[in-house]
Nanobody, 125 residues
């Protein structure tokens, strides 16, 4: 059974930083796309950043230079380092994984095979 569990969500002020972590278990595909998605209140899910099994990363334009996605293959975690946070970054953040070579911030959240339950990030101005 594949399980993903996010942690690290919090409430911080604008300009602050947060680190999100997603612990993966049971996911053994050698080829994969993993990513962080978010859903703001009243909006659809959107991909924030992705990383594939070759280590290639993609970011949506609004977070480039502020967010960094990484993976720790020893700890089996997917991480998202966020700096210079803005109120518009407020959302529930989800990690997701899929045994697919196609990996881009254009991936649809519901198209990812495995998804976590989310962690809430609130940025106040």
């Amino acid at each position: 059974v594949v399980q993903l569990a996010e942690s690290g969500g919090d409430s911080v002020q604008s300009g602050g930083s947060l680190s999100l972590s997603c612990e993966l278990s049971g996911f053994t595909s050698r080829t994969y796309c993993m990513g962080w998605f978010r859903q703001a209140p009243g909006k659809q899910h959107e991909a924030v950043a992705t990383i594939d099994s070759d280590g290639r990363t993609t970011y949506r334009d609004s977070v480039k230079g502020r967010f960094t996605i990484s993976q720790d293959n020893v700890k089996n975690t997917l991480n998202l380092q966020m700096i210079s946070l803005k109120p518009e970054d407020t959302a529930t953040y989800y990690c997701a994984a899929d045994p697919s070579e196609y990996c881009s911030f254009r991936r649809a959240y519901l198209g990812m095979n495995y998804r976590g339950k989310g962690t809430l990030v609130t940025i106040s101005s």
